[in-house]
């Protein structure tokens, strides 16, 4: 164990208000894929540009191109929490973290166990009819060819936040709470490039401030302590 980690592991002994802010980075151990990574969605090779894809106009002006995307990259099955994933939903029932908050939408902080999960950009396994909200899960969304629909006839919509709409205000003020009221906050497995959803850390004005990533970050030079690596191996050592 090195001195960053060993530093990290005393933060966490010596606390029991600690707060996770995590991005893609703490899902990609698992086998899901990131954005913006070399191999990223956003790198590779598509009729239209993902981020287009992704759009809430693009979802209203071609449904079909969308849902054809997002059950082919977006609704990924086999995926299994990661020792990330693992280790935080311990930290909880150790009664040190206090919530993880995650840009991820697949769902395996709750898979392992983790029960305080706020999901800013929301997930895949909750759709609703847009006409009579009924609930879909995951499974009948990954079974379901071409526009999936409700059987009153209205069309499904994941649960996710896509480009051009807003994230859920209850959500952020929720998020915002634990992040200013924390003790230690631990941010891993983001580059901190989506926003409003990175600028969530300036609400934190605590002195133990870890960024844990493989690559650098627009942060680091503000946090009290960096470590440079992959996150799931990490937190396994604490």
Same mark, same amino acid.
Not at 77 to 104: R, Y
Not at 145 to 156: H, L
């Given at each position: ?102 840009? #991820?939408? %697949?769902? $395996?902080?709750?898979?392992?166990? /983790?029960?305080? &999960?706020?999901?800013?950009? !929301? ?57 200013? #009221?924390? %003790?230690? $906050?631990?941010?891993?497995?983001? /580059?901190?490039? &989506?926003?409003?959803?990175? !600028? ?39």
């Amino acid at each position: 164990m090195d001195e960053a980690v060993k530093e990290l592991k005393k933060m966490i002994d010596e606390s029991d208000n600690i707060v996770f802010f995590g991005g893609a980075g703490v899902s990609t151990e698992s086998g899901v894929p990131d954005f913006r990574s070399e191999d990223g969605l956003y790198h590779q090779k598509y009729k239209y540009p993902p981020e287009q894809i992704l759009s809430h106009t693009f979802y209203e002006r071609m449904p079909e191109e969308f849902f054809r995307f997002y059950k082919d990259k977006l609704l990924i099955t086999g995926v299994k929490p990661n020792k990330a994933h693992l280790k935080l939903a311990e930290l909880e029932s150790k009664g040190k973290l206090k919530a993880v908050i995650t840009q #991820n939408i %697949d769902g $395996l902080h709750q898979a392992a166990g /983790s029960k305080k &999960v706020l999901e800013l950009h !929301g997930s895949v396994h909750r759709n609703y009819c847009e006409s009579c909200h009924k609930f879909y899960d995951f499974d009948f969304m990954a079974s379901y060819d071409g526009i999936p629909t409700c059987e009153c006839g209205g069309r499904i919509k994941p649960d996710v936040v896509l480009y051009e709409e807003g994230l859920d205000m209850q959500v952020i003020e929720e998020s915002v709470n634990y992040i200013r #009221n924390a %003790d230690v $906050l631990i941010i891993g497995g983001t /580059s901190l490039a &989506v926003y409003p959803a990175a !600028g969530l850390i300036d609400y934190y004005s605590g002195n133990k401030l870890v960024l844990i990533n493989k690559s650098a970050t627009p942060r680091d030079r503000q946090a009290d302590l960096v470590i440079q690596g992959p996150i799931g191996e990490i937190l396994d050592q604490i």
